[in-house]
């Protein structure tokens, strides 16, 4: 079996300066965003629901993710208390008795690609991450930040589904720079990340990867907030490796 891994390009300044505020309370209204979320993550939808109900729901969902989202630090990717944990056991009791962490980690897979990431096109990179389909020397630029990009944050997702982890641009600048050392043989998903890679680098975007996150709904998002469709449609046209809808 295993699990079924996409990256994506990740717009890490805008999350910083506008989204992390918005989940932590400090700026905007999560109200309209929250209510298209549960229409669509919400088991059964919510269309056959009282308008109290409903705004019950929202409001709860709100609360908490103001609250788990405050409990983060600067990288919006460590939790106080549940990095407190000295092992998987005690991290796992932690998630379950912190009430509405499924509800933050669904909520925050959708809200990021709805704002600042593009869930088309990405790279597939199936059961596995990024750093097997390279031979990376330890002691360069570019193995701490592979490795980075392959370390599943189990706080950011829940049960292993949602969001594993995320670079930022400074970080693919530095893998662009590094990029020598990707060192590769007759490997389709390799050639796709450098693609994905110089992608990135010229746009001033990050990464972000996901595991079999919710692509129904994550499909119905809007597209190419990142970068233009047109230029997708030359890299489809070149047929290099990207998963698209155009």
Same mark, same amino acid.
């Given at each position: 079996?295993?699990?079924?891994?996409?990256?994506?390009?990740?717009?890490?300044?805008?999350?910083?300066?506008?989204?992390?505020?918005?989940?932590?309370?400090?700026?905007?209204?999560?109200?309209?965003?929250?209510?298209?979320?549960?229409?669509?993550?919400?088991?059964?939808?919510?269309?056959?629901?009282?308008?109290?109900?409903?705004?019950?729901?929202?409001?709860?969902?709100?609360?908490?993710?103001?609250?788990?989202?405050?409990?983060?630090?600067?990288?919006?990717?460590?939790?106080?208390?549940?990095?407190?944990? #000295? @092992?998987? %056991?005690?991290?796992? !009791?932690? +998630?379950?008795?912190?009430?509405? $962490?499924? &509800?933050?980690?669904?909520?925050? /897979?959708?809200?990021?690609?709805?704002?600042?990431?593009?869930?088309?096109?990405?790279?597939?990179?199936?059961?596995?991450?990024?750093?097997?389909?390279?031979?990376?020397?330890?002691?360069?630029?570019?193995?701490?930040?592979?490795?980075?990009?392959?370390?599943?944050?189990?706080?950011?997702?829940?049960?292993?589904?949602?969001?594993?982890?995320?670079? #930022? @641009?400074? %970080?693919?600048?530095? !893998?662009? +720079?590094?990029?020598?050392?990707? $060192?590769? &043989?007759?490997?389709?998903?390799? /050639?796709?990340?450098?693609?994905?890679?110089?992608?990135?680098?010229?746009?001033?975007?990050?990464?972000?990867?996901?595991?079999?996150?919710?692509?129904?709904?994550?499909?119905?998002?809007?597209?190419?907030?990142?970068?233009?469709?047109?230029?997708?449609?030359?890299?489809?046209?070149?047929?290099?490796?990207?998963?698209?809808?155009?």
């Amino acid at each position: 079996m295993g699990y079924w891994c996409t990256l994506h390009l990740f717009d890490d300044k805008k999350f910083y300066k506008e989204v992390v505020p918005q989940l932590k309370g400090e700026t905007g209204d999560l109200t309209e965003a929250c209510r298209e979320f549960l229409k669509h993550y919400y088991l059964g939808g919510i269309s056959h629901l009282s308008s109290e109900k409903i705004n019950s729901l929202i409001e709860y969902n709100i609360e908490k993710i103001i609250s788990i989202s405050n409990g983060l630090d600067e990288t919006f990717k460590i939790h106080h208390k549940f990095h407190k944990g #000295t @092992n998987n %056991d005690h991290q796992n !009791l932690f +998630l379950a008795s912190l009430e509405g $962490h499924y &509800e933050f980690s669904e909520f925050l /897979e959708y809200y990021l690609f709805k704002t600042c990431a593009d869930f088309f096109p990405y790279l597939i990179l199936g059961k596995g991450g990024v750093s097997r389909n390279f031979n990376i020397p330890i002691k360069t630029l570019c193995y701490p930040i592979v490795q980075e990009l392959d370390h599943w944050n189990d706080f950011l997702s829940n049960d292993r589904m949602g969001i594993t982890n995320w670079i #930022t @641009n400074e %970080d693919v600048e530095l !893998l662009y +720079l590094d990029k020598e050392n990707l $060192h590769f &043989e007759d490997n389709q998903r390799a /050639e796709g990340f450098l693609n994905l890679l110089d992608v990135a680098y010229y746009n001033k975007l990050g990464f972000i990867v996901g595991v079999d996150m919710r692509d129904n709904q994550l499909k119905l998002l809007a597209e190419n907030k990142l970068v233009h469709h047109a230029f997708w449609k030359e890299q489809h046209r070149q047929n290099l490796v990207f998963d698209s809808s155009i």
